[in-house]
């Protein structure tokens, strides 16, 4: 089974930019559809955007297009968020998380997951 784990983020003011990584362990990430998703607390797990395994086809989030650009390195088994001009509502504990087959935004449909990263954004 892969094993993800997410790490780069942090606090960081309004406008500002952070990247986030997630490592994944055990077999290639080659087959796997990968996502990233977020919570605030107190909400429900929310689907920020999700890569093909080719990395050519990428669906982003409604409110997060333009301001965060997902992207994978399968010979790195890597799998990154960078996110520019947050915005204190993407506040959250960001999760990486992946499915085999057709890439879709329902958190229940992904299989692994890691243990999440915060991002904080002061206003």
């Known amino acids: 089974q892969v094993q993800l784990k997410e790490s780069g983020g942090g606090l960081v003011q309004a406008g500002g930019s952070l990247r986030l990584s997630c490592t994944a362990s055990g077999p290639s990430i080659t087959n796997y559809v990968m996502a990233w998703f977020r919570q605030a607390p107190g909400k429900e797990r929310q689907f920020v955007a999700h890569?093909?395994?080719?990395?050519?086809?990428?669906y982003h989030l409604e409110s997060v297009k333009g301001r965060f650009t997902i992207s994978r390195d399968n010979a790195m088994n890597m799998l990154y968020l960078q996110m520019n001009n947050l915005r204190p509502e993407d506040a959250a504990v960001y999760y990486c998380a992946a499915k085999v087959d057709t890439p879709i935004d329902n958190a229940q449909d992904y299989n692994f997951w890691g243990q999440g990263t915060h991002v904080t954004v002061s206003s």
């Open positions: 890569i093909i395994w080719t990395g050519k086809a990428t």
